[in-house]
């Protein structure tokens, strides 16, 4: 994601994660990273003492009847000439092509007519510019396929995305994200980002601003967002902020964190980006599975748990007992001080993923422990990535009453063998997980992933719109 703040921030992203809420990759631009998450308990981080260095992821109830469409306008200045002059800023809503907007979306600007291919294209290409800038690659980023589809209406989740346009040009943007379930009180920002040579003239603060107008007209009550920050780019030196859980910092005088605390964000969690190499590695794979299965925690695991694999579509008699797990894993992945929400899923819901994911040009594998009465005890996914050698490693979760035998890291080895014999041109995997989760954290690293990313997650309790 990417934001410009007043000062001179940007943020871009995209990109899913262990956590259950699909994705979100906020970056900071220009100095650093800036990114987003869900709302926390109340606490207040902590800042380490100077020089301290850091340790090296339905229907429609609740929702205002009838909302009112709004319309920002802003400016932006520059100088030309060494004169002090305003350059309209129009803040509106970016639509999918015709016959895929969704008309009522609460809050969103709304405007007359659908964006066509090359408006699409515009907006990507601004997400690829960002992501390299901020975490040095931008082969996460989405094609304007992909983005049409996000935009366009789910029975689960409402996806928006405005623009800042001046003279007709794409020069910011921002997504916005919320589940449709009853109980949903959340809003998610995965992308906040400005054009380089729009920085530092308050067009992400704008952003923001209607973000958070969209967001509250939606009846969500609380906004998260998330930022970036390159660990190649941090020495450890200065005054460090951590989040109240997890060993890593980052620092206390960046872009991001200031921005963000700037605008009324409380920092509640610290999540890791990791990226391994799988090239070369299916005989390494297979030999490290094939040592497990022989020689469980328990003498019986093995024995109690087969490995059940399959690409896109989960077979019919695992859907119900997935749809449980998928469930469960919104509410024991690790939170931090954000209070995630759950997200129900059923067998329809992951049919509709499956859907979903198929229409956006991805492939999805998947690896499931399935006891001898053919419940899923825990399961594994990664999304490749259409036209791209980059592979996404999202959900992982083992229920918490077959813990203990090493599932986790049998099923992470399952998956890789199957994802480089599906499409050994695959090169690069990538994760994310709360530095908190350190049991997770050692399965990647046995598996070689390296950090290279802290994603700060942040929340800020929304204003309620006059009636």
Not at 44 to 55: A, C, D, I, K, Q
Not at 325 to 345: F, K, N, V
Not at 423 to 451: C, K, S
């Amino acid at each position: 994601m990417q934001v410009t703040p007043g000062s001179n921030a940007n943020v871009v992203g995209c990109a899913k994660d262990l956590n259950p809420f699909s994705v979100r990759l906020f970056r900071y631009m220009a100095p650093r990273a800036a990114r987003m998450v869900r709302m926390p308990r109340r606490s207040v981080p902590e800042r380490l003492p100077h020089g301290v260095s850091p340790s090296p992821r339905s229907g429609h109830p609740g929702f205002p009847r009838r909302s009112r469409a709004v319309s920002l306008k802003c400016s932006a200045r520059g100088r030309r000439g060494g004169r002090a002059m305003e350059t309209p800023v129009e803040i509106r809503r970016i639509r999918p092509p015709s016959g895929n907007e969704d008309p009522e979306v609460p809050g969103a600007m709304v405007v007359p007519g659908a964006t066509d291919a090359s408006g699409l294209d515009a907006y990507v290409a601004l997400i690829r510019r960002l992501d390299a800038e901020t975490i040095g690659t931008s082969e996460l980023a989405r094609s304007p396929r992909e983005l049409a589809l996000d935009l366009a209406p789910s029975r689960y989740s409402r996806h928006v995305a405005l623009g800042a346009f001046e003279d007709g040009a794409l020069v910011g943007l921002a997504e916005l994200e919320w589940e449709l379930d009853e109980d949903a009180t959340t809003a998610y920002l995965p992308m906040l980002g400005v054009e380089p040579t729009h920085r530092r003239r308050g067009i992400g603060s704008r952003l923001l601003a209607a973000a958070e107008v969209a967001a509250a007209a939606a009846g969500r009550r609380t906004l998260v967002l998330s930022a970036d920050h390159l660990i190649s780019r941090d020495d450890g030196h200065g005054e460090r902020l951590r989040a109240p859980q997890g060993e890593a910092s980052i620092r206390a005088g960046s872009v991001a964190v200031r921005f963000a605390e700037r605008h009324g964000y409380t920092l509640g969690q610290l999540d890791r980006v990791s990226v391994v190499s799988v090239v070369g590695r299916a005989d390494e794979f297979a030999a490290r599975l094939a040592e497990l299965e022989t020689s469980g925690r328990s003498p019986e695991a093995s024995a109690r748990y087969r490995i059940v694999t399959w690409t896109d579509r989960a077979p019919d008699d695992l859907v119900d007992s997935l749809a449980r797990a998928h469930t469960q894993m919104s509410l024991d992945a690790p939170s931090g001080e954000i209070a995630y929400e759950l997200e129900p899923w059923d067998a329809a819901r992951v049919r509709d993923d499956e859907h979903r994911s198929l229409e956006r040009g991805r492939t999805g594998l998947f690896a499931a422990a399935v006891t001898a009465d053919g419940e899923v005890a825990g399961f594994t996914q990664l999304s490749l990535l259409p036209a791209s050698t980059a592979v996404e490693q999202w959900d992982t979760i083992v229920l918490a009453a077959h813990r203990g035998h090493r599932l986790g890291l049998r099923l992470k080895l399952a998956n890789l063998l199957l994802l480089i014999r599906t499409d050994p041109t695959r090169e690069r995997v990538y994760t994310w997980n709360a530095d908190e989760n350190r049991h997770m954290l050692q399965i990647n690293e046995a598996l070689g992933f390296e950090g290279f990313v802290l994603e700060s997650q942040w929340q800020k309790p929304l204003t309620p719109p006059e009636s």
